[in-house]
C-alpha cells in the first residue's frame, strides 16, 4: 500500500517484500507517471495490469523489478471523492497474468483502504480540534482564577504570582517574572 506524498508514492505498509526493496523505495519514491504500474493506475484513475513488466515499454523502474524480482504486476488506485491518495500493488516473480476475479478484489480493497484513510485523517482532526477545545478551556479557566484572585485579594504579590503562574503554564514556559 502507498500513500501518495508530494507527488510520489510513499510505501506505507507491506507483506512479503525484502528488506532491500522497501529500502530502495523508500530511498527513491515511485513518482506518479507512467513509468510505474502504480503511477498508471493513478493517472488513469482505474485498476492497471501488466502481464510481464520486462516487455513493457512504459516501464521504467527496473531497479523496482529486480529488487523484488517483479514480472506480472497490478495496481489500483486509492480515490478519495475523486481523489487519488494513494494505491495499492501486486506482484508475481513468475509471469502469470492477474484474471478479472483478482482485478475486482484488487478494485474491491483500494475501496476499502481508501475509506480508512478517510476515517483516519478525520479521527485526527478530531482529536487536533479536542485538544485545542482543551487548550481554551484550560485558558479560560485560568483567566477566571486570575480575576477571582484580583476580585478577592488586596495583596498584590498574591495577584501578581498568580497571574505570572498561569502565564508561564499556558505559554509552556519553564519559568517567567513580572517587573
Given at each position: 500500500?502507498?500513500?501518495?506524498?508530494?507527488?510520489?508514492f510513499?510505501?506505507?505498509?507491506?507483506?512479503?517484500?525484502?528488506?532491500?526493496?522497501?529500502?530502495?523505495?523508500?530511498?527513491?519514491?515511485?513518482?506518479?507517471?507512467r513509468?510505474?504500474?502504480?503511477?498508471?493506475?493513478?493517472?488513469?484513475?482505474?485498476?492497471?495490469?501488466?502481464?510481464?513488466?520486462?516487455?513493457?515499454?512504459?516501464?521504467?523502474?527496473?531497479?523496482?523489478?529486480?529488487?523484488?524480482?517483479?514480472?506480472?504486476?497490478?495496481s489500483?488506485?486509492?480515490?478519495?471523492?475523486?481523489?487519488?491518495?494513494?494505491?495499492?500493488?501486486?506482484?508475481?516473480?513468475?509471469?502469470?497474468?492477474?484474471?478479472?476475479?483478482?482485478?475486482a478484489?484488487?478494485?474491491?480493497?483500494?475501496?476499502?483502504?481508501?475509506?480508512?484513510?478517510?476515517?483516519?485523517?478525520?479521527?485526527?482532526?478530531?482529536?487536533?480540534?479536542?485538544?485545542e477545545?482543551?487548550?481554551?478551556?484550560?485558558?479560560?479557566?485560568?483567566?477566571?482564577e486570575?480575576?477571582q484572585?484580583?476580585?478577592?485579594?488586596?495583596?498584590?504579590?498574591?495577584v501578581?504570582?498568580?497571574i505570572?503562574?498561569?502565564?508561564?503554564?499556558?505559554?509552556?514556559?519553564?519559568?517567567?517574572?513580572?517587573?
Amino acid at each position: 500500500i502507498y500513500l501518495i506524498e508530494d507527488g510520489t508514492f510513499r510505501l506505507a505498509s507491506s507483506v512479503g517484500l525484502s528488506p532491500e526493496f522497501v529500502r530502495n523505495v523508500t530511498d527513491f519514491p515511485m513518482e506518479v507517471n507512467r513509468g510505474t504500474v502504480i503511477g498508471r493506475a493513478a493517472l488513469e484513475r482505474r485498476v492497471q495490469k501488466v502481464p510481464d513488466v520486462l516487455t513493457d515499454t512504459e516501464f521504467v523502474r527496473i531497479d523496482v523489478q529486480q529488487k523484488g524480482g517483479i514480472r506480472s504486476s497490478m495496481s489500483a488506485p486509492m480515490l478519495l471523492d475523486g481523489e487519488v491518495v494513494g494505491g495499492l500493488s501486486l506482484y508475481r516473480t513468475e509471469v502469470d497474468p492477474f484474471s478479472k476475479r483478482e482485478e475486482a478484489l484488487l478494485e474491491g480493497f483500494a475501496a476499502q483502504a481508501a475509506v480508512v484513510v478517510r476515517n483516519v485523517h478525520l479521527v485526527r482532526a478530531l482529536e487536533d480540534r479536542s485538544a485545542e477545545l482543551a487548550r481554551r478551556v484550560e485558558q479560560m479557566e485560568a483567566l477566571s482564577e486570575v480575576g477571582q484572585t484580583v476580585g478577592s485579594s488586596l495583596v498584590l504579590d498574591e495577584v501578581l504570582s498568580n497571574i505570572i503562574k498561569n502565564a508561564v503554564r499556558f505559554a509552556g514556559c519553564d519559568g517567567g517574572s513580572i517587573m
